[in-house]
């Protein structure tokens, strides 16, 4: 009887051994079938993409020449030209000292009536100074080609001053929004749009005057 269940144990001991080692080969094998599979497939090859990105480097000077159009209440849209400074305070913050000149047409009054002009030559000429304050919203990039983007921004601005019209000093506060593109580290192409307000008397009564300006400008940075 003994040596039945020693015959017993041997034979499962033996069974038992053999299918462990048929399970370790099956793993193994496995394996390297999906190490086979891994090294077969496509391996991406991704390339970073250099970009030669302009940047306005921070405390900046710009100084910047315009031209464009300006709407005088009452007297016609005129063609204004002018310059400003800026100084970048940093990224977003932007302070500017402005200044524009512009000659102001015959009033709708004036015309219809033909009669004796309301203004003298020298008091049409309209000539304004300001100190804004700028604030860069939405600045991105544009990218031009694979290899090259021009950084712009959208800004919204605001100032006061004085200006200089039919024979008086007229406080001045003007509010709008511009677009920059930036094309190098120094050179930048902007488009404005200005309100300037200020009160006028030419008709008798003081009533306060939008004055609506479009400008193009081109800037320098040093």
């Known amino acids: 009887m003994e040596n039945w269940f020693r015959s017993i144990f041997l034979t499962l001991f033996v ?12 793993d193994e094998s496995e394996i390297v079938q999906n190490d086979d599979e891994q090294s077969s497939l496509v391996q991406p090859q991704i390339e970073r993409s250099e970009f030669d990105e302009s940047k306005i480097d921070v405390d900046d000077f710009e100084i910047t020449i315009f031209t464009g159009l300006l709407s005088i209440e009452d007297f016609g849209v005129n063609s204004v030209t002018g310059f400003k400074l800026a100084y970048h305070i940093n990224e977003s913050v ?3 000292l402005e200044t524009g000149q512009s000659d102001a047409d015959e009033t709708s009054f004036e015309v219809l009536n033909g009669g004796a002009p309301l203004l003298t030559d020298d008091e049409r000429s309209l000539d304004y100074y300001q100190f804004n304050v700028g604030y860069n919203v939405f600045p991105g990039e544009a990218f031009v080609s694979n290899e090259t983007t021009i ?4 800004y919204l601005i605001a100032g006061i001053g004085d200006s200089e019209f039919a024979g008086d000093d ?3 506060f003007n509010y ?3 677009y920059r593109l930036l094309f190098w580290d120094s ?3 902007n488009a404005d749009l200005r309100d300037y307000v200020f009160d006028m008397d030419v008709f008798g009564e003081t009533e306060e005057t939008h004055n609506i300006a479009y400008t193009f400008s081109l ?4």
């Open 151 to 154: 950084n712009n921004a959208f």
């Open 15 to 26: 069974s038992t051994s053999i299918l462990s080692s048929d399970l370790q080969a099956a």
């Open 170 to 172: 007229r406080y001045t």
């Open 187 to 189: 050179v930048a192409f």
């Open 94 to 96: 932007f302070v500017q």
């Open 176 to 178: 709008g929004f511009g």
């Open 219 to 222: 800037s320098l940075y040093f």
